[in-house]
């Protein structure tokens, strides 16, 4: 039993680490430094783990960066190489990222299998590699779930670059459930959703209600076009959800992301959202 529950823990611990904004690693495409949200050195778990094994122990390990380093990366001649990791931390005294490299000797004995010459050419890497620039536009504090003005994903194929989608991504302002932290958003909220309460009997002593939309899809203009409502507390009569998408879909202008080639309703989906039925 006690096993059972320092797995648990461990378990518990291991999912609320990895539950924060990752900084990501560092890449130079024709001389540009540029942001690669993701770890490709993780691709293959035998290498990431010889590599964190060859780490200092005492590396600086902060919450935006829980392995303790930053690998510098390379795009030439459409192949993608690793050219050094960093054991890096932010110095709030000098205000300023300082660090040191891991010596080149121990680097090549690590990825000796793939070096070429002098060059350390990734060609365990296969798959999409996203890279990005600019301001962020979207942050969600997980991994390297955010999204910036400027992003590209490279098709990587066993370290070399077969293809590539540029993308500027932006957001079309309007109303998104994140604004309901605000004042006088529930009077707000009333405006887009002004429920017929006298049709839902059940509802009589209740003071407020939750509800949750999914599948929500907008187009650039600010409109729902559709989208699934559940009430998520109290019970109620069906009837209610329906009324509370047709309700949204007749209102605008949503806020709008354009993410990567698509039109997203970010501030709408996946919130659960609570309704004031009654002040008093």
Excluded at 9 to 16: E, G, I, P, S
Aim: glycine letters at 6%; hydrophobic letters at 35%.
């Amino acid at each position: 039993m006690k096993r059972l529950l320092l797995y648990a823990q461990l378990m518990l611990l291991a999912l609320t680490a990895y539950a924060t904004g990752q900084e990501g690693d560092v890449i130079y495409i024709n001389g540009e430094r540029l942001k690669l949200l993701g770890r490709p050195v993780c691709r293959d778990s035998t290498l990431y783990h010889t590599l964190k094994d060859a780490l200092p122990s005492n590396r600086p390990i902060v919450s935006s960066n829980w392995d303790g380093f930053t690998a510098y990366w390379s795009i030439y001649n459409d192949k993608l190489y690793l050219d050094s990791v960093r054991c890096e931390a932010y110095d709030p005294k000098i205000k300023a990222v300082v660090g040191e490299s891991i010596p080149s000797k121990t680097l090549y004995r690590i990825f000796k299998r793939y070096s070429t010459g002098n060059r350390i050419v990734a060609s365990w890497v296969s798959g999409k590699i996203r890279v990005a620039k600019g301001k962020v536009i979207y942050y969600q504090h997980f991994e390297f779930e955010r999204n910036y003005e400027e992003e590209t994903i490279l098709d990587i194929d066993q370290g070399k670059v077969r293809g590539k989608k540029e993308y500027h991504n932006f957001v079309n302002d309007g109303f998104a459930f994140d604004k309901l932290e605000q004042n006088g958003a529930q009077e707000m909220l009333r405006k887009i959703l002004p429920l017929h309460i006298e049709h839902y009997p059940e509802l009589t002593n209740v003071k407020r209600l939750t509800f949750r939309v999914k599948r929500a899809r907008v187009d650039k203009m600010g409109n729902l076009l559709e989208c699934d409502v559940k009430v998520v507390k109290p019970d109620a009569n069906p009837q209610l959800a329906t009324e509370i998408a047709e309700a949204l879909k007749a209102y605008h202008p949503w806020k709008v992301y354009y993410i990567n080639g698509e039109y997203r309703a970010l501030g709408i989906e996946g919130w659960t959202i609570p309704y004031i039925l009654h002040d008093k």
